[in-house]
């Protein structure tokens, strides 16, 4: 589907290392110098889902293809990127094609990694990205003010409805607060959905903190937490150097007992991935079969034909209907054919609404 979350955060918090954790399909230099990632990494990241595994055992077949995200691993932004400090520019510009923002924060000490702004401080680093998002934000939204206010006064009903909307916006970037934060009904939306505002899109903070307060957390990670909690926020905490250090391991047998030895029971990027795809509103179904169990992503909230276009648009534009068997059902039956006998397999039609984990099969005609 293309969705993409893009890691940022200032320079030299752990954005590469998370990302080289996290991505199956690209390895960023990390590096301890200011701007480590000038183009942005592009990693292909299998979002874990023991789901699949268990279609798998049953099936057996020939392959199993997890769904996947697409992680963008962005420069590292300064104080004054909205006015084209540092390589502000491109980071704004590499932000604005993501869907949405996995937010490092530096929460440890370390004499040896650079740090540009002083004291360790998540909440004030937080809150240097906020501003220059926000700033850029209002620069956008005076731009297009300035563009629709002559159609507005003309008289023209869409440029009004639309102007009302941005001025809305200004009043709540001038005081300091970020897009997603302001309460606009799905009309409103609609309006500015091609301004593609960077404080719009959703966050998921990560608080990279010391080896010691992997599993408890520390005080920069807790006032990071308390400093989020007004916008409803996720805070994933997490140790960014043990990740990387686990996802190296090809042995699973080594990786297991690495994990053991820092008493986790799955690596904390699987928390992350998870929280990102929930984050962007998605949500998966199965397919199973001999030669494929697939796992395919949908938007929550998408019908039967839209859900069959991710497959291929020929499944949309011809959908006749779909076999539907909850994925509960078939771990208790164990095939689709005890699933029919048992009157387990449904048909469904248009307008059903696919939940998180149908296992489906769509018939079609074009």
């Not at 990494?41 to 055992?57: S, T, Y």
């Not at 005076?142 to 909307?165: D, F, P, S, Y």
């Not at 994990?259 to 929930?278: C, D, F, G, S, V």
């Not at 079969?289 to 291929?312: L, N, S, Y």
Request: aromatic content about 6%; glycine content about 6%; proline content about 2%.
């Amino acid at each position: 589907m293309g969705l993409k979350a893009g890691i940022v955060g200032l320079p030299n918090v752990g954005k590469s290392t998370l990302f080289n954790a996290v991505s199956n399909s690209a390895k960023a230099q990390a590096s301890n110098y200011r701007f480590c990632t000038i183009e942005p990494n592009v990693g292909l990241v299998d979002v874990p889902d023991e789901r699949i595994n268990k279609l798998a055992e049953l099936v057996q077949p020939q392959r199993t293809v997890p769904t996947q995200i697409e992680i963008v691993d962005i420069a590292g932004l300064v104080r004054g990127a909205s006015k084209g400090e540092g390589l502000g520019n491109k980071f704004l510009a590499n932000i604005r094609e993501v869907d949405a923002i996995i937010h490092v924060i530096r929460c440890f000490e370390d004499e040896n990694v650079l740090r540009e702004e002083g004291a360790i401080n998540p909440v004030g680093d937080k809150e240097i990205i906020d501003t220059e998002l926000q700033l850029k934000d209002l620069e956008t939204v005076e731009k297009k003010i300035q563009r629709i206010e002559k159609q507005a006064r003309a008289g023209e009903a869409k440029a009004k409805a639309e102007l009302e909307v941005l001025l809305k916006c200004k009043a709540h970037l001038e005081q300091g607060k970020s897009i997603r934060g302001l309460d606009l009904n799905s009309a409103e939306l609609e309006q500015i959905q091609d301004s593609f505002f960077l404080t719009q899109k959703k966050v998921l903070y990560v608080a990279n903190v010391d080896e010691g307060s992997m599993h408890t957390g520390n005080k920069y990670s807790n006032a990071l937490i308390q400093s989020v909690q007004s916008e409803g926020a996720e805070v994933i905490v997490m140790n960014n150097s043990i990740e990387a250090q686990i996802s190296e391991m090809e042995d699973p047998d080594d990786r297991q007992l690495f994990m053991e030895e820092y008493h986790m029971k799955e690596p904390a990027l699987n928390r992350l991935i998870r929280h990102t795809y929930h984050l962007l509103n998605l949500q998966t179904y199965f397919t199973a079969g001999v030669q494929e169990v697939r796992a395919w992503t949908f938007h929550k909230g998408w019908k039967a034909p839209q859900t069959a276009g991710v497959i291929h648009t020929d499944f949309e534009k011809g959908f006749i209907k779909a076999e539907v068997i909850s994925f509960e059902d078939y771990i208790t039956f164990k095939t689709e054919a005890a699933c029919r006998e048992a009157g387990k397999l449904r048909i469904e039609g248009k307008e059903y609404l696919v939940k998180d984990g149908d296992v489906m099969h769509f018939r079609f005609n074009v």
